[in-house]
């Protein structure tokens, strides 16, 4: 080689080292050298590349077969400190890993607020409870919490999941192979449609079945609105839902004015347009629609996943199996002979089964973590979080941190026979954001699974699968297999 070829090549390595340097550092000029001196006082960590930032590692591990290596290598670079600096969503931002941390942000209302992603509110909506004021969300959460997770509500509601739950097993043992998942979200769709909707047709669910569907997968997607984007067709299904939802409240809304023949149950939609505050004010259309697309989607997805995921790990553990069916037979055993089907106390009283869907709800950890701002600088283990920095509680560390859950990935209800420390356990969240729909959710898992334990098991086509842990952890087939009934 020529030497003027060799310092052509030596030009473009030491510019290529250059640009290296400056793109690595782009983010720091961006949001830590504008702190001043406070920047030293920040968590340890790495906001990646301009942008992007870390989000293309976190996608590229939570789409391998082991999540756990995006936050492994903070652990490595690191140290476990159960606090680190990001750059994710497109914020400057902090992950907390800690049950201490996590209780801290979630329950400190004085320092942290709402935090989502741009993104996931443009998709869920400004007026749903993820995005909302603190004062007008404890207004909401007042005036609908009752009708959800109360205890006449759930009182009348559980009738109705039982007829859903017993016809839709006794179907499936005469379908052959299904995709057990698929079936349990529409099962479970189906129930927070007739909560909220009292009835729709079968063409109507699952067309809006669908639309969640295609809206879940660009909730933790890149917002990227160009078509054949995961983001873009989410919001072309949240336009499809508002539409339908618009339709049905102009409907109720004739109702009452006499219009159209009113109808003679009453559902949440109906709660939801007549309840009033002290003040006399209603709810406008999109308060309703924004708050049934949270409620809806909520209400379907992390209880049909859970269920699924429940039903698995007992039939895949016969120790546990055996336990949970003997206290579902005792029950049984011990209900008067005038009784008729399940009734809210006894299920309160399924104390193994309560240890099963806990145990579940941490081992899949259906929410991988929720967002906070910080509303002004905070110290957390002796780091700071400047003000408007967003934070990640992130409850899949929390779940699966080996010294306080050991051998965490191992399905072991009986960890919950011991009271767990605060923090230690959020699959619904904490603070005065916990999960509204928590009683129904868990109400919903113990009916399913109080019939399935007595009377049928579920055979596995593959029952090795891989798995896929975006938007929400579950096998790649959905869990193809049989439901067949025992003897």
Not at 22 to 46: H, S, T
Not at 154 to 167: C, D, F, H, Q, R
Not at 338 to 367: A, N, P
Request: hydrophobic residues 40%; contains cysteine.
């Amino acid at each position: 080689m020529t030497e003027d070829g060799s310092k052509w090549l030596l030009y473009v390595a030491g510019g290529l080292i250059v640009l290296r340097f400056f793109l690595r550092n782009v983010n720091w000029l961006l949001y830590e050298y504008r702190l001043g001196g406070k920047q030293y006082f920040l968590p340890p960590g790495d906001m990646g590349w301009p942008i992007i930032g870390n989000m293309w590692s976190f996608l590229s591990a939570y789409k391998s077969n082991n999540p756990e290596t995006f936050l492994e290598s903070f652990y490595k670079k690191y140290g476990k400190v159960g606090i680190y600096k990001v750059l994710m969503f497109g914020n400057p931002s902090v992950i907390v890993t800690t049950p201490e941390a996590c209780k801290k942000v979630l329950t400190d209302d004085d320092k942290f607020t709402l935090g989502w992603p741009k993104s996931t509110v443009e998709l869920m909506g400004e007026k749903s409870f993820i995005s909302i004021p603190a004062d007008e969300h404890k207004r909401l959460r007042r005036l609908t919490s009752v009708s959800i997770n109360g205890y006449e509500a759930l009182s009348v509601y559980i009738t109705y999941i039982e007829s859903v739950v017993k016809s839709s097993l006794e179907k499936w043992t005469t379908m052959g192979e299904i995709e057990f998942l698929t079936e349990m979200r529409k099962l479970t769709f189906k129930i927070i449609i007739h909560i909220f909707l009292s009835s729709e047709t079968e063409d109507v669910m699952e067309a809006l079945e669908k639309e969640y569907t295609v809206l879940n997968l660009g909730v933790r997607a890149l917002a990227i609105n160009i078509p054949g984007f995961a983001f873009h067709k989410a919001l072309k299904a949240r336009k499809n839902l508002l539409a339908v939802f618009q339709t049905i409240v102009n409907k109720r809304r004739k109702e009452r004015m006499g219009k159209l023949p009113a109808k003679k149950a009453k559902d949440m939609m109906d709660a939801l347009l007549d309840v009033e505050d002290e003040n006399g004010r209603k709810l406008g259309d999109d308060d309703v629609i924004d708050i049934m697309l949270m409620y809806l989607n909520a209400g379907h997805e992390s209880s049909g996943h859970t269920t699924m995921w429940a039903t698995y790990f007992l039939q895949r553990h016969p120790e546990y199996f055996k336990k949970a069916k003997e206290e579902q037979e005792e029950i049984v055993r011990k209900r008067p002979p005038t009784q008729k089907g399940l009734i809210l106390e006894e299920v309160r009283k399924m104390e193994y089964l309560s240890k099963v869907i806990d145990e579940t709800l941490r081992v899949v950890s259906f929410s991988l973590m929720v967002f906070r701002e910080a509303k002004s600088d905070v110290n957390i283990n002796g780091y700071l979080i400047p003000k408007g920095w967003k934070v990640m509680t992130w409850f899949r560390a929390v779940h699966l941190d080996p010294e306080i859950y050991p051998n965490p990935k191992e399905f072991n209800p009986e960890r919950f026979s011991e009271v767990r420390k605060a923090g230690e356990f959020l699959p619904f969240g904490a603070g005065t954001r916990l999960c509204p729909g928590n009683d129904l959710a868990k109400l919903e898992i113990s009916v399913f699974l109080h019939y399935f334990l007595l009377n049928y098991e579920l055979e596995q086509t593959n029952p090795n699968a891989p798995l896929r842990f975006l938007p929400h952890t579950r096998p790649v087939d959905n869990c193809l297999a049989r439901v067949k009934r025992v003897k």
